[in-house]
Each structure stands twice: as C-alpha cells, then as structure tokens.
C-alpha cells in the first residue's frame, strides 16, 4: 500500500512535468477558469474514466459519479452539480454514460442484501419494475443484464429531463441537450442510444419511440 501511494506521488510530479514541458502556460491557463461544454453523469466505477474515453482535455467536461449513474431527484449532490452545470458553466450538453458489466445494475436483478447501497439500488430495481415484461422476455441472463443497462440509462436521462433545471432552462430558451451513452468495458467505444432530448416537446416523442 506504500508502495502504490508513493507511486501515485511520483506519478503527479511527472505528469505536471510532462504538461509543462508541453506547455509552459498549461496549468496558469487551467487556473483562469473552466467553461466546459458538457457535463458527464457517470458510474464511479473505476474502470470508466470520462475524459479518457471521449479524448477530452481537463477542462471540457464536468463531471458528477456515483454507483450506476443514477438521476435521483432527492439527491442534493446531483442536483447541485446539474445546478452548477446548467446554470453557471451554461452547458450546452448533459450526458448520461452507464457501462456493460455494471455492478450496480447486476445487484438489482437480485436479492441479495448488500449493505447501506441497497438503498440506492432500490431506485434501480424501480426501472425494472417499470419494465420487467419487456426485460423478462430475453432468456438469456446476459442479454437480460445487457438490456437493463440501455433501460437505465434512458429512465436517466428522461429523469434529468424532468427536473425543474433543465425545465427551466428550456423555458428560458437555452441550449441544452441531453443524450444517453453505454460504454462497453471490453471494446472500449461507445453506443447511442438516440436519446436526445432538447425541449420538452423532444421528450413525448423521444419516449414514445424508445420505449
């Protein structure tokens, strides 16, 4: 474990090494501010990193994680940061990002009691319940998981939709678009699943085609 931490140390300093020799200016320029145009609601599975996977430099994309990328509306975290994102940085984009193989959304097929995160997973096994008829017809567990992974997050992103932000701001007639993303950890690309939202109206029809 020493080991590792001084590692991660050493790894720091040469990495502010290598971005100065770049770029003399880099971290002074990183200091003035940041106006990213996309914020990025992820799983904090360490195994997804945002800026790694689309190629963005610190400073386009802000960034909020937690276990399965969940849009809860009770949660003050997640509220503050699409708060923040919308209302301050003027995001023009908002991104919901799940992964194959998430673990979050494995332990709510089952029933198994894990500890204090069978709370949150509670909220996932919601999305089930919301499609279990359509989830059930796959009989191949895989395929199963697979699909309940894509459900998730479209049920985030028309959950974002429906938060009094992103209300707002298409009342406002500002430029937000919401989209939803899964990741596969074993290709390492991306899949669409044309959930892109921009007004209200883009809602109803989104949901209707999609589900």
């Known amino acids: 474990m ?9 790894n ?14 880099y971290f ?30 610190p400073g386009e994309v802000f960034v ?8 809860i509306h009770s949660d003050m975290n ?6 923040y994102a919308v209302n301050v940085l003027k995001v023009k984009h908002v991104l919901v990002c799940g992964h194959y ?24 096994k919601d999305v089930y319940r919301l499609h279990n008829e359509y989830l059930d017809s796959f009989l191949d567990e895989n395929e199963r998981f697979n699909k309940f992974v894509e459900l998730n997050v479209k049920e985030q992103v028309f959950d974002l939709a429906k938060t009094s932000i992103v209300q707002s701001a298409w009342r406002k007639g500002q430029e937000l678009t919401l989209h939803g ?7 390492g690309f991306v899949t669409d699943l ?12 989104v949901y209707q085609l999609k589900f």
Not at 2 to 10: A, G, S, T
Not at 12 to 25: I, M, T
Not at 64 to 71: C, W
Not at 108 to 120: E, L, R
């Open 101 to 124: 193989g998430c673990g979050g959304v494995k332990a709510a097929m089952g029933n198994d009691s894990i500890g204090i995160i069978d709370n949150w997973i509670r909220h996932i």
């Open 2 to 10: 020493i080991d590792f931490y001084k590692k991660i140390l050493d």
């Open 194 to 205: 044309q959930v892109n939202i921009s007004s209200e109206k883009d809602l109803d029809n």
């Open 12 to 25: 720091n300093a040469k990495w502010v090494e290598d971005s100065l020799k770049k770029d003399p200016n």
């Open 64 to 71: 909020h994680r937690n276990i399965a990328n969940m849009v």
């Open 181 to 187: 993303w899964v990741y596969g950890l074993n290709s």
């Open 78 to 83: 997640m509220l503050s940061v699409l708060d």
């Open 28 to 57: 002074k320029d990183l200091a003035k501010g940041q106006t990213p145009p996309l914020l990025w609601i992820g799983c904090s599975d360490s195994r997804v990193p945002a800026n790694e996977i689309i190629g963005a430099k």
